[in-house]
């Protein structure tokens, strides 16, 4: 990581009640107490580790106040209420020198048209393209080489890292999170066959995202054929996973990565999709549903469901079929010698 | 989609044959009947959904001739021989507003090198890079940020997305579009297992891609190992779809999201590959098969055959299958009673 | 490929020995003995193909010494020890026509920080950004549009493609060769249910690539929640292929395209997991283990082991089950037959 704290820093940081040992240590990364080498800082989150902390090679190391035991030589540990809450502190503080507060401005290598509107205090960084009737929100950031098309409306607050695609009229909300490489609003693959050959049908909806939504690099999020591709508020997104046109998805789900979503599916809030899963077309997948990784799902799900498998089915049954299938060598000789009796 | 016609507009593009109710609104937004909401223009597209008329909200509706019925207060119905046909017009129509013609040119900010050829009704958008002895034909556009390698070449008519990557040497035919973030001529995946380490196997053949062929966003084609990749005239290729070397896709196939073919594998035309399906390599799929989605294909299957699951096998077969896996825990139930007899 | 050599060169290039033949054309291409067309060089690389030699329409093809037969008119035989070594070395020279070795220097259209330190001898291509206090090590090119963030460091004669993004504190080895669009470096996908939304758990650690590394096209390698994430020296990885956050890969393992593996799981050195398949996180894959195309796998394997399908299993149990679920049909009217009985 890079970073240098000195132990004092780390201290008041997570607001240490007690140090024990060499105070003088300085700190440039974080790690497990297994993994944790000289140099860095770790904790201990669960007291099922217990036995892990005196091993460790840790130079400083957060511990619940009721922990017994004393430091190596050159190590330090720091006693505090919570040690994950400590971590989660120091995490954030790197956070902050990961992702500084980038000044307003636009970047004079940016291409940006005399016709968008770029609010005062929003930062547009080095070769990004925005086009004719953008608008770019209070406080957002264009990392370096984002495309915004034209008419495209992105709200406050948002970060998008270097390498996204924001196409024509597409819109994004408050404090939406693109990595790299994401593709807000290209066409959906929709084709007519006529005459022997696929004749493309235009594809003139746009994508709407959601306040606080994230999305992983790479990932493809389709316009729809006409009206909206939706992803509700808090919904997050992994790498790589493909939306189609016309899917609505409700708010706070997660889809992990490579997910692929076909046409006009709907899912409800809270749903969860595994990774890898893939999604029919003009379904809807209830309220909190749940869809295991790899699955394939075809038929629509009530709210509560939890699937799995290629063709998905309810999950207890999956797994208890998963089983049953691996005892198939078996059944046949059974079988053979019963029809030898 | 921030468009506005008046119900004029509409009624003289669609052809209105008459006009029923409040002609003064505006329109800013297409929509189905259940979703449509005012400002909509919706239409009755099969005769099935009839019912759903007269609860739409849109603000006009497209209506065959013979519908009987009448708007609400502040609603136009718009009657014409086919509505979806007249759908079709209006979404035309706007397909322009969203992708207007661009004007010849290269943008200051792009990077071209003099020894390439750009025609001169070609458009080169910002911070596009077109390297020695490439070309780019006649009304070819490049959008925004895209790469065309040392004498790539790209024929007329094409559309070129933002942050696509046209490598070195690689062809595109007439009328090509690449929807943001294709990569076309990345190496094949070919090493030798040599003294404990893999020994990159040299990638110099290329890739050729035929005339209409429509690829979708952050999808990969790579270079041959030697000789050509292939994607023939028409063929449709989805989001994040992965081609590997050596590849020959025929005419006017259809690959839908996040399908991935190994190596050398050969599509005779009409082949249509469902969403997530994976194939083998040195495999060829016969005219006008189909893999069904999420399938995993390691032989070769005879023209117009459909197949299914992973591995696949003939669609009847494992649908069959699929349901009797189900009855798996009655079967052994049934079984062990045979036993106790 | 648009080469061109004549056949004096291609003779004196591979050494041949003995030249049979019109020896007056000119080489534009290779390709297969079945493919080859006018202008193309060919090969017998394996004495199974004999027969096709004739039948070929390859200008020139190289043959072994012992390789009876005469060339057609406006044909030529070069006779050689090993034609398939003959042919790597006509590829080594092509490929160095393709990737030549580019002029040490900055493109004047790049953006690199003051506080960037760029290897005198290094490459960096047009439209590159190039952050404050990152590293690039001599000899290594950044095409174009490649962005390396804040404090990256990339090692010597490393070559990065267009349009990839190496992400702040990110490490790439010696020789490390990234494929267009490759994300290293994107947020891990973690995050805490708070109050009914899913907060966003800071992911401050890194990447770190090895030496000899080589990454697809569009693939996507996630930062650690905190520590590392890591690619062991000699790793390939295919194209669209998802690393999530905290997972460590070996070295000289193989990756085939888009795989995905989940958080904090670890491959050992010469893993190789086939296409499409995915790993579930927390789990230790043995030294030299092997996972089947499209297989799915959520428990540890020891050293060695070779699973398939999914849920993934032994490799020969695999296989066989899969017969056995194609004679269901079959067993379930055998146990319905011996209920009669």
Chains 1, 2, 3 share one sequence.
């Not at 990961?98 to 929003?122: E, F, N, Y």
């Not at 925005?130 to 970060?159: K, M």
């Not at 692929?260 to 999709?273: A, C, K, N, P, Q």
Request: aromatic share 4%; charged share 15%.
């Amino acid at each position: 990581m890079q970073v240098a704290y000195t132990i004092a820093e780390i201290a008041a940081l997570v607001g240490a009640q007690r140090v024990t040992g060499a105070d003088t240590g300085s700190i440039t990364d974080l790690a497990s107490l297994e993994a944790a080498r000289p140099g860095d800082l770790s904790f201990l989150g669960n007291a099922r580790y217990k036995a892990k902390v005196s091993a460790s090679a840790a130079t400083a190391i957060l511990l619940p106040l009721d922990y017994a035991g004393e430091p190596a030589p050159g190590q330090v540990y720091l006693f505090v209420e919570n040690p994950s809450v400590a971590l989660a502190r120091v995490c954030a503080r790197i956070e902050q020198s990961l992702w500084p507060k980038l000044a307003p401005g636009i970047h004079p290598s940016a291409v940006v048209s005399p016709g968008a509107r770029v609010d005062a205090t929003a930062h547009v960084g080095p070769l990004c393209v925005v086009e004719e009737g953008a608008q770019i929100g209070a406080g957002s950031v264009l990392q370096a080489s984002v495309f915004v098309g034209r008419d495209a409306r992105i709200g406050e607050g948002c970060l998008i890292m270097p390498g996204c695609v924001i196409a024509t009229m597409c819109l994004l909300g408050q404090r939406v999170r693109l990595q790299p490489g994401v593709v807000i609003g290209s066409d959906g693959f929709g084709y007519e066959f006529v005459a022997g050959r696929h004749e493309r049908v235009p594809q003139v909806g746009t994508v709407v995202i959601g306040d606080d939504v994230e999305i992983g690099a790479n990932s493809t999020l389709d316009r729809a054929r006409f009206s909206r591709t939706v992803v509700g508020e808090g919904t997050k997104i992994d790498n790589l996973v493909q939306i189609a046109h016309n899917v609505v998805i409700g708010r706070h789900c997660i889809l992990c990565a490579q997910v692929g979503i076909s046409g006009s599916t709907t899912l409800e809030d809270f749903v969860i999709l595994g990774g890898q899963s893939g999604l029919g077309g003009h379904i809807t997948l209830g309220k909190g549903s749940k869809v295991g990784g790899g699955a394939g799902l075809a038929a629509s799900i009530p709210a509560g469901a939890y699937v799995n498998g290629n063709p998905a089915i309810p999950y207890m049954l999956e797994r208890r079929i998963a089983v049953l299938q691996q005892r198939l060598p078996d059944l046949f000789k059974r079988v053979e010698a019963l029809e030898k009796k």
